[in-house]
């Protein structure tokens, strides 16, 4: 069975303040780790794709990376903008037949100005 | 703005009845995903359609169905709700292929269900 552990479950940051929440999972042959970003009542929104140990990617003041066990979504210098809950899902390998994403329980990012 | 639409935003009725949930992918993609989405449980994978046809399902109870039609909107039907299937209720969608970026799945605002 899939799983996906976050932590930690909430981070409070003062504006400015480079921090990290980490994913940690277990799959069967990943085929991609998702990470989405998710405003109080709204829907999930989509931030990164990594399909392979090693990979990164960036977008403005986060910055994502991928090892065999877990992934990191590093935030530099964040702003009050950047309050939200991050998701963390997987989705299996092709062999497994199974399509469905697994989500981790998220974690719940305050930035104080 | 993902592009994926859902309706209504908001549902509140009592327990015993039936609602729908309707949800319009984004254009171009053929896949619908359904997630239940409640404070104890976080995201729950339901059911996916790929072009009109079930592909996968999740956790989804015998009460809930849901279709594809071929215009590809999507309906999840929920029947003799019960208090606990107050939630909130993603649909995504997604290109529906293996390869690359095409597997993301870009999510609806949702609707969220109130029984009372």
């Known amino acids: 069975e899939d799983q996906v552990t976050q932590s930690p479950e909430a981070l409070r940051l003062q504006e400015g303040e480079s921090s990290s929440l980490n994913c940690s999972y277990t799959v069967s042959g990943l085929r991609g780790l998702f990470w989405y970003r998710q405003d109080p009542g709204k829907g999930p929104e989509f931030l990164f794709t990594l399909y392979s140990a090693g990979e990164e990617k960036e977008k403005e003041r986060l910055k994502a990376t991928l090892t065999k066990k877990e992934s990191f979504l590093h935030i530099t210098a964040p702003k009050p903008e950047d309050s939200a809950t991050y998701l963390c899902a997987v989705r299996p390998g092709p062999d497994t037949g199974r399509r469905a994403l697994t989500f981790g329980s998220g974690t719940r990012l305050q930035v104080q100005p | 703005d993902s592009g994926v639409t859902q309706t209504p935003k908001h549902l509140i009725t009592a327990t015993g009845q039936r609602v729908t949930l309707r949800c319009s992918p984004r254009s171009g993609d053929l896949s619908v995903y359904w997630y239940q989405q409640s404070l104890d449980q976080g995201l729950q994978f339901l059911i996916q359609?790929?072009?009109?046809?079930?592909?996968a399902k999740g956790n989804i109870l015998e009460r809930f169905s849901a279709q594809q039609f071929p215009d590809l909107h999507s309906e999840l039907n929920l029947s003799s709700l019960e208090l606990g299937d107050s939630a909130l209720y993603f649909c995504a969608s997604s290109v529906g292929r293996l390869a690359g970026e095409e597997d993301t799945q870009y999510f609806g605002p949702g609707t969220r269900l109130t029984v009372l």
């Open positions: 359609y790929y072009n009109g046809e079930e592909r």
